[in-house]
């Protein structure tokens, strides 16, 4: 899938910690458009129940997978089984992104076909800055901070505008989300 083509019915959409607020707008609005969506948590129990959330409302595929964080090997293992179960990963929205630490997605992104490399990344304002861990994101990797007072819905929209077609030829944007309400992003 070319980087400014919508995502849609025939797209594939890896999320990770889908579970959270933003994750749960982002998961509904992408599930809303017909995406396939791999949708990674720490909990399996709460993983399952949202996939099928999704399946139930939307009626597209939501495959719930658990990621550890912490396991080197994890990454790799879930883009080869995410790639391998639905043929390919066209979007990643990892909310679990912690700008100065070493990105447990990063080298394994890397491998993804050049194509393919939508990928955006949610910080919480106040995080190390960048630059203070291991590996940088991929190059032209898009980063959204939720800034003090940022709502979900607010979050959730930079995301999606920034994996939707009116961000053809914008790579490695970073975006600052502030204000907007009471549902506080994270």
Not at 12 to 39: E, K, M, Q, S, W
Not at 112 to 120: D, I, Q, S, W
């Amino acid at each position: 899938m070319p980087d400014d083509a919508p995502l849609g019915a025939a797209s594939v959409a890896l999320i990770v910690d889908g579970h959270t607020r933003v994750g749960r707008l982002v998961c509904r609005r992408l599930a809303a458009t017909g995406t396939t969506l791999a949708v990674t948590a720490r909990s399996a129990r709460r993983c399952a129940l949202l996939c099928r959330h999704l399946h139930d409302r939307y009626g597209n595929r939501a495959l719930p997978y658990l990621l550890v964080p912490d396991s080197p090997a994890d990454p790799r293992r879930l883009l080869a089984e995410v790639t391998g179960e639905l043929g390919g990963i066209d979007a990643v929205v990892d909310l679990a992104y912690t700008p100065g630490a070493a990105h447990p997605l990063g080298a394994a992104l890397r491998e993804l076909p050049a194509g393919r490399r939508r990928v955006v990344l949610v910080a919480r304002s106040g995080a190390a800055p960048e630059g203070a861990g291991e590996e940088p994101p991929p190059a032209g990797t898009h980063v959204v901070t939720a800034g003090p007072g940022a709502s979900a819905r607010r979050v959730a929209a930079a995301v999606l505008m920034l994996l939707g077609p009116d961000a053809a030829g914008l790579h490695g944007r970073r975006i600052e989300v502030t204000g907007g309400g009471d549902d506080h992003a994270r």
